[in-house]
């Protein structure tokens, strides 16, 4: 479509006081060919924005607002019907370079050049609307479930819920008592779940399968379609969100031999504690006689790099709980309790404090050594005191190992693995892949039928996990989240916690899982492209069934057909552009981002020639943590060279390297591409954009030797928004090492 574009340049904030603002809007009405041009001493006041709008009534199509930083007055420069470019020429010129210089103005004109290029290019996205379920399935029906299933309802949302076991209530529906989680935080109180249970059966929203496991979902946000399994037979649905709230299972004390599981029959875990806390009974189970003295072993293979790295984060608690319950169930008894540290956060101190003050039992700092029994098969515990020095013992009718929680979506990865090869086996190719793959099909064929959303996609069928395998879910920004768009962890399985913050947890969940619903049904992205109406568009008529945007979708959106050419699932689409950035055939693009738009504005700068000695720089910025980190160094007046250029990315994934190339040959003298951080602790909002450009960069230094050009002509950096002070210094080293190589030599051709 032709555009209407117009120019209106802003003079406030030091704008009109640090450039030659006539000379600027000579570049856009000479050059660039603009009829409409008018400078302005504050656009953003209402006189200012009444100019414009009165201007897209009178048939503007394109307003380019050259001023501020497009992340402030969004609102105020927003207008029906048209789409406005920002060029930013407040935070990232005149607040971060000399005023009234000959580099500075240059910069301006040329972010001026870049801005039109795109308004010329990019058009306005319309969302892609689908009919949707409203309908929540939630998979699990312990406290995390329940409550996000009662959260939904309330809110007037129908809910599915599905229990694998016979009843309702979890792990919490077993324990006879609970911890106390209301002032005055002092005793165990007699569980209460069953009035959750109550609640969730005479809800008239909720539609309750016991003995039901998920066979099969396909879909996508808005429209998953879902198969359960109830002893044998099958029932299909239709849901628009789903939260899992699958809990955990108890560490494999098996594993735990050097603490006597296993060897002696009166060791037992803190689970099987609270089932004979449960029974009444509480007795060994080597002869049936009471168990007087309890010796408690906290952090059981936990907080311990060869078993579970993390603290379960109720344990202790757990311990306290216990003890307190044997000794009102036989005053006589005692509790020992042999600890690393005691974590009993905030006012649950009074809960700790609680056992303190009772006589019978005691607490010890050590670090237990081992559990062996003498021949009454009394469990000995040795410790080294770590208090006193001293070495102990402690002699006991029973032991009990708090031994932690570990994810029910444990296996996550390894179903994820067996899933993909038994796909290479079914498909026969001969080849050492196929041997493989047979081999791994042979090695975790105990997986069979073990995961737990069946999820009909093609980068496996269960959550992605990433730390401690709990289903990551970016805990920096975005708890809720995962990395499958409409599908919710929740509880014990998205982080060990107590059953407090499980509710809480399922509470949220619920929340982003309506939420998902209605940005499906509006067309609109999910966090962190919140409201973003774009989608990626296919042209694959020239798709080369290479694989590469399947395999690197980081949210699962793309399946496949049998000859690999992709089959979006839009709803799922998170609008990251990672895709666009690994197509080598460059046919994946949005309405207002795309290889072509790109391309035109790094060709819209003006290139001095070799002999003016200025060089020139291309910054690939991302949006979500580098660009507001430039945006917060001008804020702070902090200088950067002004040989560089930067044109923001969604994600430094969605950089195609055609981009890099076009640059090169246009004679930019070096690229520094900015991402967020990679790694185990990652920040990027997309998961893997950092790291997958670090992969592609690799192709880049390659290209780059074959033209024998410097491989220090690319950078790539990756920085937190909180180290903003740290890009204008990334910026100055990389400025001065392309000073010491020298000119493009392509420059010119
Ligand atoms: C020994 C011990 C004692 C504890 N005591 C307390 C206490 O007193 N107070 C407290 O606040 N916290 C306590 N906790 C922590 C508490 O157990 C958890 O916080 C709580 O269970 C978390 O609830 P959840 O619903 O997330 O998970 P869960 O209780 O594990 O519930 C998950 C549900 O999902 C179901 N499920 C699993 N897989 C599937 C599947 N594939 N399909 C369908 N359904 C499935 C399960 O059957 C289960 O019903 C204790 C923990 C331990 C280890
Ligand atoms: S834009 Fe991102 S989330 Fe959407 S299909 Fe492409 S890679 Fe996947
Ligand atoms: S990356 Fe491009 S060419 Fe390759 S499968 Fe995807 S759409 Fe087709």
Not at 5 to 13: E, I, K, S
Not at 131 to 145: I, M, N, S
């Amino acid at each position: 479509m032709d555009k209407n574009v117009a120019v209106y340049v802003c003079r406030g904030c030091d704008i009109g006081a640090s450039l030659d603002v006539e000379a600027l809007s000579e570049v856009a009405t000479g050059e660039l060919g603009i009829e409409r041009c008018v400078a302005h001493d504050c656009l953003c006041g209402a006189e200012g924005r009444e100019l414009i709008r009165k201007d897209v009534l009178d048939g503007v199509t394109a307003p380019v607002i050259v001023g501020c930083s497009p992340r402030f007055m969004t609102d105020v420069f927003t207008f029906d019907g048209c789409r406005t470019e920002r060029v930013n020429l407040r935070e990232h010129v005149v607040w971060s370079h000399e005023p009234n210089d000959e580099d500075t103005q240059m910069l301006a004109e040329d972010y001026l050049r870049m801005g039109v290029a795109r308004a010329h290019k990019a058009e306005i996205p319309e969302p892609h609307e689908e009919e949707v379920d409203r309908t929540l399935l939630v998979v699990g029906g312990g406290v995390t479930g329940m409550t996000a299933a009662l959260g939904a309802a309330a809110a007037g949302h129908d809910v599915v819920l599905v229990e694998k076991a016979h009843e309702l209530g979890g792990w919490m529906g077993r324990f006879s008592h609970h911890i106390p989680h209301r002032p005055p935080y002092r005793d165990p109180h007699v569980s209460d779940v069953q009035l959750q249970v109550a609640q969730v059966s005479d809800s008239d929203r909720i539609t309750v399968h016991t003995d039901t496991t998920i066979q099969r979902i396909t879909g996508q946000p808005g429209q998953f379609e879902v198969t359960l399994g109830t002893n044998g037979s099958t029932t299909s649905l239709r849901v628009g969100a789903i939260v899992q709230a699958t809990g955990w299972k108890p560490y494999d004390a098996s594993r735990l031999g050097h603490l006597g599981y296993g060897r002696c029959p009166n060791v037992v875990t803190n689970v099987q504690m609270e089932e004979m806390i449960a029974s009444g009974r509480l007795v060994r189970p080597s002869d049936g006689k009471p168990a007087r003295r309890v010796a408690f072993i906290q952090c059981a293979g936990s907080r311990d790099k060869e078993h579970l790295p993390y603290c379960s984060a109720v344990c202790c608690r757990v311990t306290i709980k216990q003890a307190l319950l044997l000794r009102e169930h036989d005053p006589e008894a005692e509790a020992y309790v042999l600890y690393k540290d005691i974590r009993t956060p905030g006012q649950y101190e009074d809960f700790y404090r609680r056992a303190q003050e009772d006589p019978g039992i005691f607490f010890t700092k050590a670090e237990v050594t081992g559990v062996d029994e003498n021949e009454a098969h009394d469990p000995v515990v040795k410790a080294d005191d770590t208090l006193l020095g001293k070495h102990i013992q402690v002699e006991a009718d029973l032991v009990v190992l708090a031994t932690g929680m570990v994810p029910t979506a444990a296996d996550g990865e390894l179903i994820r693995t067996y899933t993909d090869a038994k796909g290479v086996v079914a498909k026969g190719e001969a080849g050492a892949q196929l041997e493989a793959a047979k081999a791994t099909v042979d090695r975790l064929k105990h997986l069979e039928g073990t995961a737990i959303l069946n999820l009909d996609y093609r980068q496996g069928p269960d959550l992605p996990s990433l730390k401690y395998d709990f289903p990551d879910s970016h805990f920096i920004c975005f708890p809720y989240e995962s990395r499958r768009t409409g599908i919710y962890p929740a509880g014990a399985v998205r982080a060990p916690c107590d059953s407090e913050l499980a509710r809480e947890d399922g509470s949220g969940a619920a929340l982003k899982a309506i939420q998902a619903i209605g940005h499906a049904g509006e067309g609109t992205a999910v966090h962190p492209r919140w409201g973003d109406m774009s989608f990626p568009e296919f042209a694959l008529q020239r798709c080369t069934q290479c694989k590469r945007c399947t395999e690197e979708c980081p949210f699962g959106t793309l399946n496949e057909d049998v000859k690999g050419t992709p089959q979006p699932n839009l709803t799922r689409c998170r609008r990251c552009g990672i895709c666009m950035g690994a197509c080598p055939e460059r046919i994946i693009s949005f309405k207002d981002y795309s290889v072509d738009i790109v391309s035109s504005m790094i060709k819209a700068v003006n290139i001095p020639d070799e002999f003016e000695e200025k060089p020139r720089l291309l910054g690939l910025l991302c949006e979500n943590d580098a660009y507001p980190a430039l945006d917060t160094a001008g804020l702070k007046r902090i200088r950067h060279s002004a040989n560089i250029r930067f044109v923001p990315v969604r994600c430094l994934g969605s950089v195609n390297i055609v981009w890099i190339a076009d640059a090169l040959s246009r004679g930019f003298d070096g690229i520094l591409l900015v991402g967020c951080k990679s790694g185990e602790n990652y920040q990027c909002h997309f998961i893997r954009g950092s790291e997958l450009m670090e992969t592609r960069s690799s192709n880049i230094r390659e290209k780059l030797k074959q033209l024998a050009l410097e491989e220090e002509r690319v950078r790539l950096e990756q920085l937190p928004i909180t180290d903003f002070d740290r890009l204008p210094e990334i910026i100055d080293e990389f400025a001065a090492q392309i000073d010491e190589i020298g000119m493009n030599p392509f420059k010119g051709f």
